[in-house]
């Protein structure tokens, strides 16, 4: 949760160990528990929470339930290229689970992140609204390349 992500990144901070930080938003999240109910929705966070915490794990880092539909990674590197390529796993491995699995919707994420010490990026509430802004601006342009 929430709580432990903030703690586990006071813990990289205090410590000056190079850190980064995923935000990862479902896509159309609120279509989902309108259309086929809250029980899909719940299933649909519990799925995109295992994947996230999968392809999370599997690159050394945390996954966390930020709240709502929202989840947090706090990757323990600086290298731009390990989040990205953790961000383009979630992508692929949400794509592998829609082909295989017959939800009535699509799993989907918008996904923004920032690095420690980046941009003059230091502050952790700085970092986290960095990475959220890039989630939202990520959202936005696949909104639009649907329409």
């Known amino acids: 949760n929430r709580r ?33 109910g809250h029980n899909q929705g719940d299933k649909a966070l519990t799925i995109f929470s295992d994947l996230l915490n999968t ?23 600086d290298d731009e290229r390990v989040v990205s390529t953790i961000c383009d796993e979630f992508d692929k491995t949400l794509m592998l689970y829609n082909e295989g699995n017959k939800l009535p919707y699509m799993l989907s994420a918008s996904t923004g992140y920032a690095i420690c010490g980046e941009d003059g990026l230091y502050e952790i509430p700085e970092i986290i609204e960095s990475a959220d802004k890039k989630m939202y601006e990520n959202k936005r342009l696949q909104k639009e390349m649907i329409s």
């Open 55 to 77: 392809v999370a794990i599997n690159n050394g880092a945390t996954a966390y339930r930020y709240g709502g539909d929202e989840f947090a990674v706090i990757v323990p590197s």
């Open 4 to 36: 432990c992500m903030l703690k586990n990144v006071d813990f990289y901070d205090s410590e000056n160990k190079p850190w980064s930080f995923i935000m990862a938003d479902i896509n159309n999240f609120k279509q989902v528990n309108d259309k086929y």
